[in-house]
């Protein structure tokens, strides 16, 4: 096949065979037509690098080899395969060894360019009749009848050796090179499209590089704006609070009558600014909450918090809203139940934030229950190993509007709410069940959320009855009492 036959990609200059060449198949290849004509056979790139080196397997070149010159005698083949005079013919050259057996060498050519050489050989020319006379020469080593009994016993290797005509052997030589400058041109063509991936890789890594370093920028900021925001938002709250309460404060004073008495409609508009401001309060004191979460980590006052005790009491706080709504709401805590390890008044506000969730996202008319029950660590969805550590699950369950599946996932991020138009029906911030999350997995607790058949959610909380060694450890607070975490 001729190159000119093929569009081919002009040769990278400095290309060498073994870059070309798989190795493995170059061999295999080589291999076959050595064995097929019991001959040797090399290949050498054009910097004289030897990629296939297949001895002969005469018993002649044994012999010979196997003499104390022999090294030097067999040494010749090197010669021969460095010799670069094939380059400058078109077709095969013929050398002969010391022994005077023959070598065919054929450059491999591809577009014109020298790659390297094809060395056939040795091989007995139908011609020789016996071993060439320099080999005799060749073989004086100091032991005369030694060297007498080597050239003897070549003689007679040689005399079994089967001869093959030049002409056969040029065939053998060209239908290897032929077979050669295909793998070549196969190999080239693979050579190109791996470069032409690697380029492709190399382009795409480059510009995931640059993607990362800008997006790792842009992290950077957002994190330095969420701290602004985070700072901005505690300071705000926190200069609000102080006026609100001296406006909850003094219209408590007002309601109690201690500025005179408040004619009917006075005492109701006073109740409503008390009412509004008690609501805003709530909702200062949430953006404060998830502003110091976000900011300085949460600091836990641990101790024995007995979690029926604590289920009453929201539940007698949270009697009277349920009632305006004519909500049942009832608390039913597990007969001894061992008291956790926990900040009281995180837990009463986890607690208060998922029973007020219940009511507010339940119609009129139906039932909240606060349960209490003796449970492990690894209790809900995929859990139940009896060996987990003991746990106390607090359930809040209710028959509301429940929450679309889709929408799930995303409850306990801050600022979420699932209607969150601006005519929505419920009022909110959307804080409540991050801070939930946030104070429940401080004290090294869970809590998570499912759906209740036929209408309405359960939102259970698992608070670990021991302390929890890693939240100290973590955080450098060997004292039990006080926790930090981040
Ligand atoms: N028991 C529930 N039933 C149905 N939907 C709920 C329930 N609890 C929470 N959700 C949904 O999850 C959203 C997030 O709740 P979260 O308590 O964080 O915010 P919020 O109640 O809207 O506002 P905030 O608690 O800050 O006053 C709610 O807006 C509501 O859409
Ligand atoms: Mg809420």
Redesign the pocket.
């Known amino acids: 096949m001729a190159d000119d036959e093929l569009e081919l990609e002009p040769l990278e200059p400095n290309i060498t065979l073994a870059e070309i060449l798989d190795q493995d198949s170059l061999q295999r290849v080589c291999m076959t037509f050595a064995r097929m004509h019991g001959t040797g056979l090399a290949v050498v790139d054009r910097h004289r690098q030897v990629l296939v080196d297949i001895p002969a397997q005469y018993p002649l070149c044994r012999r010979i080899s196997a003499h104390p010159a022999g090294s030097s005698i067999c040494g010749t083949f090197d010669a021969l395969i460095q010799s670069e005079e094939a380059n400058l013919v078109d077709g095969s050259i013929n050398k002969p060894c010391t022994c005077g057996l023959g070598y065919e060498i054929l450059a491999i050519r591809h577009q014109g360019m020298v790659l390297g050489r094809l060395v056939f050989g040795p091989y007995r020319d139908a011609g020789m009749s016996s071993l060439a006379p320099a080999l005799a020469e060749a073989l004086r080593s100091g032991d005369p009848e030694a060297d007498a009994a080597t050239l003897r016993g070549a003689e007679q290797d040689l005399q079994k050796m089967e001869s093959l005509p030049r002409e056969r052997a040029l065939q053998v030589v060209r239908s290897l090179g032929e077979v050669l400058s295909v793998i070549v041109q196969t190999g080239y063509a693979r050579h190109l499209t791996s470069q032409i991936h690697i380029a492709a890789i190399q382009d795409a890594y480059n510009e995931l590089t640059e993607k990362n370093r800008r997006l790792a920028d842009s992290v950077e900021k957002l994190k330095e704006l969420d701290k602004l925001k985070s700072n901005f938002l505690a300071t705000v709250s926190h200069e609000l609070r102080t006026p609100l309460t001296s406006v909850i404060g003094y219209s408590e004073m007002l309601l109690e009558g201690l500025a005179g008495e408040l004619s009917s409609d006075q005492r109701d508009y006073v109740q409503i600014i008390m009412e509004k401001g008690d609501q805003l309060l709530?909702?200062i004191n949430?953006v404060l909450d998830i502003s110091k979460i976000e900011t300085g980590g949460i600091q836990l006052a641990c101790e024995r918090v007995n979690l029926a005790e604590l289920m009453q009491q929201v539940g007698d706080a949270m009697r009277p809203p349920a009632r305006r709504k004519e909500i049942a709401l009832t608390v039913h805590p597990a007969e001894m139940l061992p008291p956790v390890w926990a900040d009281r008044t995180k837990a009463r506000q986890v607690l208060l934030?998922?029973v007020?969730?219940?009511i507010?996202?339940?119609p009129r008319g139906g039932t909240v229950e606060i349960r209490g029950e003796l449970s492990r660590m690894n209790a809900g969805p995929g859990g139940g190993d009896p060996l987990a550590p003991p746990a106390v699950a607090l359930k809040?369950l209710?028959t509301?509007?429940?929450?679309p599946e889709d929408?799930r996932p995303r409850?306990?991020e801050?600022f979420?709410?699932?209607?969150?138009t601006t005519t929505r029906e419920?009022?909110?911030?959307?804080?409540?069940?991050?801070?939930?999350k946030n104070f429940v997995e401080a004290h090294g607790g869970r809590v998570w959320?499912e759906a209740r058949e036929p209408a309405?959610?359960v939102?259970t909380v698992l608070f670990p009855v021991n302390p929890v060694q890693g939240v100290t450890a973590a955080h450098g607070r060997p004292s039990p009492r006080s926790q930090t975490v981040g």
């Open positions: 709530q909702i949430e934030n998922l007020s969730n219940a507010k996202f339940t809040v209710d509301g509007i429940g929450i929408a409850v306990f801050a979420y709410q699932v209607d969150n419920y009022g909110g911030t959307g804080l409540g069940l991050s801070i939930v959320m309405g959610t939102f």
